[in-house]
């Protein structure tokens, strides 16, 4: 139990480009799902938490406006880097916080992005 | 602030043990978690720790001391594929947020 996908696996786009990410918990309902960004060779950094329906919370240094966030259900969240740019570029990794009672988070399998 | 510390990078030999220590500084200590992580995949949930003492997993056990913000990461009878990063993270309060420490590459060899 307990899984959680990510789509696409990974993506190349161009520069002014925006992408969307999805997050799905496949197999239990997430009441919170956060986003984390990961540069070679460095741990996760949290961008921003979401909660089914209300606004995410972000991080300081994420830009909201840039990065969106939609949770729109117990099992979707989406992320979409809007106007990508080369330093953009990164492992994106969802994860996922089942119903109260439960402090693990379950990792996505990631979606590697490269602007060009 | 936080700070989470745990070493860079450790080497050991097939069929040993490993310790991968964390420390941690941190206001409203409210849990601690290992992930394991393999390169270019997403982290592995290990082992969640928020009382004191020694949680037992199989091969893997986890630590905790909370007077000493400290905990550690035991793997018993390595294996090459515990080849891989292992990530300290810290829960804060009564939230849901995790700050993760740089994690540790620790390299089985045969």
């Known amino acids: 139990g307990a899984v959680v996908s990510q789509h696409p696996s990974w993506v190349i786009c161009k520069s002014g480009t925006s992408v969307k990410i999805e997050c799905r918990s496949l197999d239990f309902q997430a009441t919170t799902m956060f986003w984390y960004r990961q540069f070679p060779k460095q741990s996760l950094m949290l961008m921003a938490t979401s909660n089914e329906g209300s606004k995410a919370t972000y991080e300081q240094g994420v830009e909201k406006d840039k990065f969106l966030i939609n949770h729109a259900s117990l099992t979707l969240s989406t992320l979409t880097v809007t106007s990508a740019h080369p330093e953009d570029s990164s492992f994106y990794i969802c994860?996922?916080?089942?119903?109260?009672?439960?402090?693990?988070?379950?990792f996505g399998p990631g979606t590697r992005l490269t602007v060009l | 602030g936080q700070n989470i510390d745990q070493p860079t990078e450790m080497t050991a030999t097939e069929g040993a043990i490993v310790q991968i220590n964390c420390t941690y500084q941190?206001?409203?200590?409210?849990?601690l978690f290992w992930y394991q992580q393999h390169a270019g995949e997403a982290p592995t949930f290990l082992s969640y720790?928020?009382?004191?003492g020694l949680e037992e997993k199989g091969r893997f056990s986890s630590f905790l001391s909370r007077s000493k913000g400290y905990s550690y990461l035991l793997l018993k009878e390595l294996q090459m594929k515990d080849s891989a990063s292992y990530l300290c993270?810290?829960?804060?309060?009564?939230?849901?947020?995790?700050?993760f420490g740089g994690g540790t590459r620790l390299m089985v060899k045969p």
């Open positions: 993270a810290v829960k804060r309060n009564a939230g849901n947020m995790l700050t």
């Open positions: 720790n928020v009382l004191d």
């Open positions: 941190t206001s409203g200590f409210n849990g």
């Open positions: 994860s996922a916080k089942g119903l109260a009672g439960t402090d693990t988070q379950y």
